[in-house]
């Protein structure tokens, strides 16, 4: 069993920052990728960053050059730097485990709030 656990939410400012972290525990047999989405109120969940075992980036365009995703050396943490808040930046931001057999892992989310 492969638990999610995220961190690092909650309210900020316009134009502040947040860190999110997000650590995998259990039984993992090998990760492809992790990255982060996020669920507006009455939007759909979109993407929001991913990063692959060999390191490679990719960014939705409302974050790019604000956010950043990284992960420790085991690439069991994963961490979401997000500076330059925006409003529509609030939401609720889950991580995701991608492992080798195409099975994801989602954690259990955790609130966003950019106050103006």
């Known amino acids: 069993q492969v638990q999610l656990v995220e961190s690092g939410g909650g309210l900020v400012q316009v134009g502040g920052s947040l860190r999110l972290c997000c650590a995998a525990?259990?039984?993992?047999?090998?990760?492809?990728?992790l990255g982060w989405y996020r669920r507006a109120p009455g939007k759909q969940r979109e993407l929001v960053a991913t990063i692959s075992s060999g390191g490679s980036t990719n960014y939705a365009d409302p974050v790019k050059g604000r956010f950043t995703i990284s992960t420790d050396n085991a690439m069991k943490t994963v961490y979401l730097q997000m500076n330059s808040l925006k409003p529509d930046d609030t939401a609720v931001y889950y991580c995701i485990l991608h492992d080798s057999s195409d099975y994801d892992y989602w954690g259990q989310g955790t609130q966003v709030t950019v106050s103006s």
């Open positions: 525990a259990g039984r993992i047999l090998s990760i492809n990728a």
